[in-house]
């Protein structure tokens, strides 16, 4: 029990007062200064899309693919959202941070996160001036299970980044939908319908919502969470995710 409160204590003040890299575990004197608490290397493994994007739906594309339209995956399509914005591609350190944040005591790591996103895409970011920034929410069963709401953490940090403010309520999970990554597009959207619902009351009409998600699949979610806030009144919404799978 000791040996637990003893794990507990020096992780949060690991989260707090970062000493080692949160992603690989290298203490602070032999990687340098961390940054966000990320050694350089991870630091710059994180921030640094090796691939060309897509620059509607985030996914990578070939060198010399035209995006004018939209990419393979979102050419015709309606994504319901009008661009997407991501930090990386999901591999390497970028999905190992991912992976580390879906857990309780990542939860500082999600917001270090979203503060080296907003520093390293804050242009791209900016291209659309947004009102309101808000998280995908998870099913309330789900957050309560996990502890918080990774995308919660990670558009706080965006919020606060951008200087625009943070609604973290606006969307309400009614319903937790398991995706299938190998259904057809039609079915998985299908799948999706009806979970979401806007805040009673919330004032959306002619207003941007920038809308967060840590990791874009399919985009069925974004897309149906994108179509909810416009179905009550938002004029624009653009999204935002760490990693594109
Ligand atoms: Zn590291
Ligand atoms: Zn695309």
Redesign the pocket.
């Known amino acids: 029990m000791l040996r637990v409160v003893a794990d507990l204590a020096r992780n949060i003040a690991q989260l707090v007062y970062p000493n080692e890299?949160l992603?690989?575990d290298?203490r602070e004197n032999e990687?340098g200064a961390l940054r966000h608490g990320?050694?350089s290397?991870?630091h710059r493994a994180v921030t640094t899309d090796p691939f060309p994007v897509c620059p509607w739906c985030a996914q990578t594309v070939g060198p010399h693919t035209d995006t004018a339209k939209g990419c393979g995956e979102c050419r015709g399509v309606s994504l319901g959202f009008e661009r997407a914005v991501r930090l990386g591609p999901y591999e390497g350190k970028l999905r190992d941070a991912v992976l580390r944040t879906k857990v309780l005591a990542g939860e500082g790591l999600a917001d270090l996160l979203g503060r080296t996103f907003v520093e390293a895409r804050g242009t791209d970011l900016a291209t659309v001036p947004v009102d309101l920034v808000c998280p995908i929410p998870l099913h309330w069963w789900r957050k309560w299970s996990r502890g918080y709401n990774q995308a919660e953490a990670i558009a706080r940090e965006l919020a606060s980044g951008l200087g625009v403010s943070f609604d973290p309520s606006l969307l309400i999970r009614i319903r937790h939908s398991t995706q299938h990554t190998q259904a057809s597009r039609t079915a998985r959207l299908e799948n999706m319908r009806g979970a979401f619902r806007v805040r009673a009351g919330a004032r959306l009409v002619g207003r941007t919502v920038l809308l967060i998600d840590d990791v874009m699949t399919t985009g069925s979610t974004a897309s149906e969470a994108a179509r909810t806030l416009r179905a009550a009144g938002a004029d624009r919404v653009v999204v935002a995710v760490l990693a594109r799978r």
């Open positions: 890299c992603i690989c290298a990687a990320l050694c290397d991870c």
